[in-house]
């Protein structure tokens, strides 16, 4: 399926890739049910949906409801189906539900989507907390332009809205220009006020929430409660990473292997998940500036000759091979305890300890994944 917001185009295609139909359908009640009945004929299918993170998240959780199965193809792979087969990498809806139809059925270990209530609360909170945090740099960005024409010099970079409010007190302009923008400002302040206030509740609750999961990820420096739960959103099931290196791919922290002939070297990844990428690189920064065995890490690095990039490079590797330690316990521990934990495998991860070696840093993307799907899904083939 190629998923939108008000349509949907899908192709059906057997285990051997012969197009047995499709179509293209509405996503109103009557659209969606005459999709429905069009793939009635093929009562073992498995659903495989472009960006089920995405665009496709709202079909895809229809279904769910109405138990079907549906795994998520990621845009990337189906992207570049779309080009091997076509040999060009012009896009309709026809072409690309069919390249997410070769990803679906081709590939292995694609991500069962699953209704999960506790994280899909937690998904509709931590993206609304993102959001505020991005309203709120906005309009501190908007009242230090007000107030760089208010007071000379401007005010300092990290300003509250109880001190911009004071400066604001110290202001009388006398002309219209100056007044409008003394109101403007003011109007600004109070619009901040609130934000801070909505943050501050999103905040305690995302760690009620966090906690009542059980996880450790709070324990970790310079994980709060909104990296927690973006990490417990974005991974999912932890098992679905054969090991400490795919995730570390996945998290963009895995460095790419640009050696040529003699000369080794290695080079930043700019793929991944980005907004895990985001957390890894606040949680790096957050030890940095405090006396932590990350600052500690990166000093060392530094020592061997390593610039301050490479060396947080190093760092941030190291910090997904944690997170995948805890996310590995975290999911032990629920499985002791009883139900409730994230079903998956229960044997002893390949993160064999918090403290990677030097060396891991240094490996190169590993190959793609060929593990099956940890929950039970018919063949597609």
């Known amino acids: 399926m190629d998923p939108h917001k008000r349509s949907v185009t899908i192709e059906v295609m ?25 793939v009635g004929a093929w009562p073992n299918r498995i659903w495989a949906i ?61 991500r069962p989507v699953v209704a999960d209530e506790q994280l899909e609360v937690l998904r509709l909170l931590v993206d609304r907390r993102r959001a505020l945090g991005e309203e709120h740099t906005r309009k501190v960005s908007q009242l230090h332009a007000l107030l760089l024409e208010l007071i000379p010099g401007g005010a300092k ?7 911009a409010r004071k400066l604001l007190a110290s202001v009388r302009p006398r002309d219209v220009v100056g007044k409008t923008r003394k109101r403007v400002a003011t109007e600004l302040v109070i619009d901040l006020e609130k934000i801070y206030a909505r943050t501050k509740a999103a905040d305690k609750e995302l760690t009620e929430l966090v906690k009542a999961t059980g996880t450790g990820l709070l324990d970790l420096h310079g994980i709060g409660p909104s990296g927690a739960a973006r990490l417990l959103v974005e991974v999912g099931d932890i098992t679905r990473f054969p090991d400490r290196a795919h995730f570390a791919s996945w998290t963009g922290t895995a460095p790419i292997d640009a050696s040529s002939g003699d000369h080794v070297r290695h080079r930043l990844s700019r793929g991944g998940n980005r907004q ?13 500036r405090n006396p932590t065995e990350g ?3 990166f000093d060392r690095k530094k020592t061997t000759g390593k610039t301050s990039m490479e060396a947080m490079r190093c760092l941030k590797r190291r910090l997904s091979d944690l997170i995948y330690k805890t996310m590995l316990d975290d999911l032990v521990a629920a499985q002791k305890t009883g139900p409730g934990g994230q079903p998956g495998n229960d044997s002893v991860s390949s993160a064999t300890g918090s403290q990677p070696s030097t060396g891991s840093s240094d490996k190169s993307h590993p190959e793609p994944a060929k593990t099956k799907p940890n929950r039970t899904l018919p063949a597609a083939s």
């Open 14 to 38: 057997d285990g051997d890739e012969h197009v047995l139909g499709g179509g293209r359908f509405a996503t109103g009640t009557a659209g969606y049910r005459s999709m429905l009945d069009s």
């Open 50 to 110: 472009e960006g089920c993170n995405g665009i496709g998240r709202h079909i895809a959780h229809r279904l769910i409801a109405d138990r079907e199965q549906v795994v998520d193809v990621p845009p990337k792979l189906s992207a570049r189906a779309r080009v091997f087969a076509t040999g060009q990498g012009r896009k309709t809806d026809a072409t690309d539900a069919h390249s997410v139809a070769l990803v679906g059925t081709r590939m292995t270990g694609l």
């Open 157 to 163: 970079v990290f300003l509250s809205a109880a001190q």
């Open 276 to 288: 895990i990428n985001r957390v890894l690189h606040v949680m790096a920064v957050v030890q940095l």
């Open 295 to 297: 600052r500690a890490y």
